[in-house]
């Protein structure tokens, strides 16, 4: 079982985009794939109970550590939405149980720099600073053709602890598809593709991970 951690210290960064867009695709993947929302918003077990019949199931869990414990023996692919702002103490918990660690960042000044201490503290858990989990940071709602987005990522990659290793484009898409509890996976035309092609580098890097 792959057990994928997703966190930050901001809100409305694009967890539960990270975590319901990797659903959709390791479910299409054949995957028996959860998603174990630990946000009190629970909009990643809400989006998990609106898959249509018409695409692969994602099972939904509520809860925080206790629901680690109710995921079926075959479950292949886990991925944990954690509660905006919380801390060491809070994530330390899902460490323990996480595979890998991603987090989120969006190209702002105010984001980077509370990302950036975010992180300072993320070193400090045992896990981390032996090595033994794997983090990475994922630039998300960027615009490519800005200065502001290639700005962000240049400070990312010179003072962040982490490796950026994905950059997923600003895009109306994601918003619309997780109002039907579907993901750019669940769909195979031309304009879909294009975006799909931004979660590649993270996919590999996931998998080389293993």
Known sequence: MLTVLVASSKGGCGKSTLVTQLASHWSQQGKRTAIVDADRQGSSYRWA???PDNVPGVLGLE???KALQKLPDDTERVLIDTAAG???RELEPFVEQADVLLVPVLPSSFDLHATLGFLAGLRE???IKRGKLPVALVGNRLKPWTHASQDALARLAEQAPFPVVAQLRDS???????ALGKGIFDYHSEQVRNQQ???LPLLRWIKRQR
Do not use: F, I, K, P
């Open 49 to 51: 109970g609106l898959r």
């Open 172 to 178: 109306q898409a994601y918003v619309l598809l997780t």
């Open 86 to 88: 919380s801390g060491e």
């Open 63 to 65: 809860g925080g550590r």
């Open 197 to 199: 092609q931004d979660w």
């Open 125 to 127: 858990l045992g896990r």
